[in-house]
C-alpha cells in the first residue's frame, strides 16, 4: 500500500481511523492528535470530522466524540506490520527502527513507533 495522497484519500483514510478507534468516547484534542497523523490541514481535519459524523461513525457533543461502531477494531496481527529500517513516527517525530504500519482499506498508515501506533488506534490511553 502507499501513503495516500489526495484530499480524498486522505479524508478517507481519516474516517476509516476514527471508525477502528479501540475507544468508545475521545475528546476533541485527541482525534486531532490522531487525524494529524494524516494531514496537518485545519481545513482537511474539519472535513474528517464532518464527514466521520456524517457517516454515523461519531457522533460529536461538543468537545466529546462518542465512536459508533460495529465492532471494527484494528487487528493487530492482520492489520499491522511491523518493517525494520529507518524511520520517523508520523505522531511523536521520534527517530525508529521498527515502524509499525497499520493497514486499513482506505490505505496504510504509518510508520509509528511501538508505543503511538498503540496511541493512535486507541488501544493505549496518553
Not at 4 to 26: D, M, Q
Not at 32 to 39: A, K, L, M, Y
Not at 85 to 106: M, N, P, Q, Y
Request: hydrophobic content about 35%.
Amino acid at each position: 500500500m502507499t501513503e495516500p495522497s489526495t484530499r480524498e484519500e486522505k479524508l478517507e483514510l481519516g474516517v476509516e481511523l476514527l471508525a477502528h478507534l479501540e475507544r468508545e468516547e475521545l475528546d476533541l484534542a485527541d482525534a486531532v492528535d490522531r487525524i494529524e497523523t494524516i494531514t496537518t490541514s485545519p481545513a482537511l481535519t474539519r472535513d474528517i470530522l464532518d464527514a466521520a459524523e456524517k457517516r454515523g461513525v461519531v457522533d460529536r457533543e461538543g468537545a466529546l466524540l462518542r465512536i459508533r461502531r460495529g465492532g471494527t477494531y484494528v487487528e493487530y496481527e492482520s492489520q499491522v506490520a511491523v518493517r525494520e529500517g529507518e524511520f520517523t513516527c508520523r505522531r511523536c517525530g521520534a527517530s525508529v527502527t521498527t515502524g509499525h504500519f497499520v493497514k486499513l482499506d482506505a490505505g496504510e498508515l504509518g510508520p509509528f513507533g511501538s508505543s503511538c501506533v498503540r496511541k493512535v488506534t486507541g488501544r493505549e490511553s496518553e
